[in-house]
């Protein structure tokens, strides 16, 4: 029997490369304030974890809806997140962990490839 990499135990393939992300709140349906740019920490068909530079660790929490742009060349992926956890990296920056709630079938399928590609050059 293979061992399950913990880090694997999920849907989708994940991927550490670093894409460009823009993200901004998303409430009442509606986009909120300005886009606030990042870089993703990993990123998987089902969602990914990004720095949050401009957030302390009260302002979002779980359930919280974000808007993203996350730049998989040649263009970006929009898609509405919701947050599944907050937490604060090794260097002390604070990170979100995010479920993709809504995203076109065609930008998954992006993302799945291009993460899958990464992985295979990686080994």
Not at 18 to 44: A, C, E, I, K, N
Not at 86 to 106: H, L, M, N, T, Y
Request: proline share 7%.
């Amino acid at each position: 029997m293979t061992r399950v990499d913990e880090s694997q135990k999920r849907l989708h393939y994940r991927s550490g490369a670093s894409y460009p992300v823009w993200y901004r709140d998303f409430r009442d349906m509606t986009s909120q304030g300005d886009w606030v740019h990042s870089v993703s920490r990993d990123l998987s068909g089902g969602g990914a974890s990004f720095e949050m530079p401009d957030s302390p660790p009260v302002s979002r929490k779980p359930g919280d809806l974000l808007e993203l742009q996350v730049v998989v060349p040649p263009t970006p992926v929009f898609a509405i997140a919701e947050v599944v956890r907050v937490f604060q990296d090794e260097r002390g920056s604070w990170c979100a962990g995010v479920k993709f709630a809504s995203i076109d079938a065609p930008d998954r399928d992006r993302i799945v490839r291009t993460v899958l590609s990464e992985g295979v050059k990686g080994r």
